[in-house]
C-alpha cells in the first residue's frame, strides 16, 4: 500500500459531500470515473464533510451516519482504500487553515462571481446559505485540491469555472509569496447524467433516485414507476426509447440488450411493463451486490471508521507538509 501512495504517479484529488446515500446517478456521473483512476494515478479521494456544513449547516444529526455510509457506498461499489488514500476531510483540519490563509488573499468580487453562487442561494432559498461559510467555500475547495500539489482534478465541463478559481488563487497566492502551488489541471471526465424516476436528472433534491441503500425489492418497485415514453398507451404503439427514461437506464447498466430493445419499443413489440422488468432485472444485476457489501460493511462500523483514519493519517502527513510550507512563505509563526 505504502509503495503505491509514495510512487510518482500524477496525483488526482476529489471529494464529494456526504449530503446523502450514493445513488446509481452519482456512480455513472462521479464513481465509475473515480474507479477507473485508481490504478494509474495517485487518488486523494476525500468525503467531504466540511463541505456538507456549506449547505446543511442548521441540521447535523445525520452527518456522521451519512459519512459512513458514503464510505461504505464508495467501498462497496470498488474504490479501494488500498489502492487511493480515501479520507475524511474534517479529520484533516490542516483544510480549514489553508482554506484560511487562502481567504485572505482571496478577492470578495472573484467568490459572488462564482455562478454556482447566486444558482444555489436561489435553489436552496430555504436552507439560508447566504453565509461567509458558503460564499468562502470556492477556498476551501482550492484547499483541498492544493493541499497535495494535485497535477488533476477530474471534472465535468460544468465545473471548469470552480477549477478555474482554484487555479487563479493558487496563482495570487504563489504571486505574492514565491512559487508554492503547482496549478492543479482539468481532467476532463464525459460524466453520464442518468435520469431519476420522474425523468429528471437523478438527485436527491428531486427524491428520485435509486440508491445503493435501497433494498432490492424497492428498486424494482421504483424501476416500474419510471415515466416512460408519454405517447405509448397500448403496447403496439411505436414508441421512442430515445426519449425514455427506462432506455436511458437500459443503456448504462443492459448494454448488450439495448439495441434488440430500442428495436422493439420502436415496433411496437414489448410492453412497457415488460421492458421494465428487463431494466428492472439488469439493474439488480448490477445494484443488488453492491448493496449487499455495502449492508455488510455497515454493520461493522468500527472497521469503517478505521478504515477513514487510516486514510486520513496517510492523508494528514502529507497536509501538515504543506502547511508548513504555505506558513513559511506568508512567514507566520516560528
Ligand atoms: S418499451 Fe421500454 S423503451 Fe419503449 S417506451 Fe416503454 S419502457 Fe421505454
Request: hydrophobic share 40%.
Amino acid at each position: 500500500m505504502d509503495q503505491q501512495k509514495t510512487n510518482k504517479k500524477p496525483v488526482v484529488v476529489s471529494g464529494a459531500r456526504p449530503t446523502g446515500d450514493i445513488h446509481l446517478g452519482n456512480y455513472a456521473g462521479a464513481v465509475a470515473n473515480w474507479i477507473a483512476l485508481q490504478d494509474d494515478y495517485d487518488c486523494h479521494y476525500f468525503i467531504a464533510d466540511y463541505h456538507a456544513l456549506t449547505t446543511h449547516y442548521q441540521d447535523t444529526s445525520e452527518l456522521r451516519d451519512l459519512t459512513l455510509r458514503v464510505a461504505a457506498d464508495y467501498i462497496a461499489c470498488g474504490i479501494d482504500p488500498d489502492k487511493v488514500i480515501l479520507f475524511l476531510q474534517s479529520s484533516v483540519p490542516e483544510h480549514a487553515e489553508l482554506s484560511l490563509l487562502l481567504s485572505m488573499l482571496t478577492p470578495v468580487s472573484w467568490l459572488e462571481r462564482n455562478p454556482s453562487y447566486k444558482d444555489l442561494v436561489n435553489e436552496l432559498s430555504k436552507l439560508e446559505i447566504r453565509t461567509l461559510g458558503f460564499l468562502g467555500y470556492p477556498c476551501l475547495m482550492a484547499a483541498d485540491v492544493l493541499m497535495y500539489r494535485a497535477n488533476f482534478v477530474p471534472v465535468g465541463e460544468d465545473q471548469l469555472p470552480h477549477l478555474e478559481l482554484a487555479r487563479e488563487i493558487a496563482r495570487r497566492f504563489n504571486h505574492l509569496y514565491g512559487t508554492t502551488f503547482p496549478e492543479p489541471a482539468a481532467l476532463l471526465t464525459k460524466s453520464k447524467v442518468l435520469p431519476g424516476t420522474d425523468g429528471r436528472k437523478m438527485s436527491k433534491s428531486y427524491d428520485n433516485t435509486i440508491s445503493f441503500a435501497d433494498a432490492p425489492e424497492e428498486v424494482q418497485k421504483k424501476v416500474m414507476c419510471m415515466v416512460t415514453d408519454p405517447a405509448r398507451i397500448h403496447k403496439t404503439d411505436p414508441g421512442h426509447p430515445e426519449i425514455c427514461s427506462v432506455f436511458s437506464m437500459h443503456k448504462e447498466f443492459n448494454v448488450e440488450d439495448s439495441e434488440e430493445i430500442a428495436r422493439l419499443c420502436r415496433a411496437g413489440e414489448i410492453g412497457c411493463v415488460a421492458c421494465k422488468r428487463r431494466c428492472g432485472a439488469a439493474i439488480a444485476k448490477f445494484h443488488t451486490p453492491i448493496h449487499e457489501k455495502r449492508t455488510a460493511l455497515l454493520a461493522q462500523p468500527s472497521q469503517l471508521i478505521e478504515r477513514l483514519q487510516e486514510g486520513s493519517k496517510v492523508a494528514q502527513k502529507k497536509a501538515k507538509n504543506m502547511i508548513a510550507v504555505a506558513r513559511e512563505a506568508i512567514k507566520i509563526g516560528f
